[in-house]
């Protein structure tokens, strides 16, 4: 088992957990033109945890990294929102908000490589 891989897995374990710890926070950026934020939350976070786990699992493997990918993909919009609207979180710097943008990029990247045979 790699480190990157147990990381990975750590991450999005540890983050889809805080979707049900911290509610509120996750359901205040999801953008106004998606529906039933709550449920997107807990959808979302349950997502996390499950390609987390299933990373480390040879036989899901690439199926949850693939998922870990389109679930990194459909998050962008809130990334997106949170920058646009940095003043509703004015606690945060403005460039902190607007980094997270690209950080989807090597995120999505080392998702990706664990879609491949013999990762």
Same mark, same amino acid.
């Given at each position: 088992?790699?480190?990157?891989?147990?990381?990975?897995?750590? /991450?999005?374990?540890?983050?889809? #957990?805080?979707?049900?710890?911290?509610? %509120?926070?996750? @359901?205040? *950026?999801? +953008?106004?033109?998606?529906?039933?934020?709550?449920?997107?939350?807990?959808?979302?976070?349950?997502?996390?945890?499950l390609?987390?786990?299933?990373?480390? /699992?040879?036989?899901?493997?690439? #199926?949850a990294?693939?998922?870990?990918? %389109?679930?990194? @993909?459909? *998050?962008? +919009?809130?990334?997106?929102?949170?920058?646009?609207?940095?003043?509703?979180?004015?606690?945060?710097?403005?460039?902190?908000?607007?980094?997270?943008?690209?950080?989807?990029?090597?995120?999505?990247?080392?998702?990706?490589?664990?879609?491949?045979?013999?990762?």
């Amino acid at each position: 088992m790699t480190v990157g891989r147990v990381l990975l897995a750590v /991450v999005f374990v540890v983050g889809g #957990l805080l979707h049900f710890a911290f509610t %509120a926070v996750y @359901v205040s *950026i999801v +953008p106004p033109f998606l529906p039933a934020p709550v449920l997107l939350v807990q959808v979302s976070g349950v997502a996390e945890v499950l390609g987390g786990i299933g990373v480390l /699992v040879p036989w899901t493997r690439r #199926l949850a990294a693939w998922g870990l990918v %389109a679930l990194l @993909v459909a *998050i962008t +919009p809130a990334n997106v929102y949170m920058a646009v609207e940095h003043a509703r979180w004015a606690a945060i710097p403005a460039w902190v908000l607007w980094a997270r943008v690209p950080l989807q990029v090597p995120l999505v990247w080392w998702a990706w490589l664990y879609t491949r045979k013999g990762k």
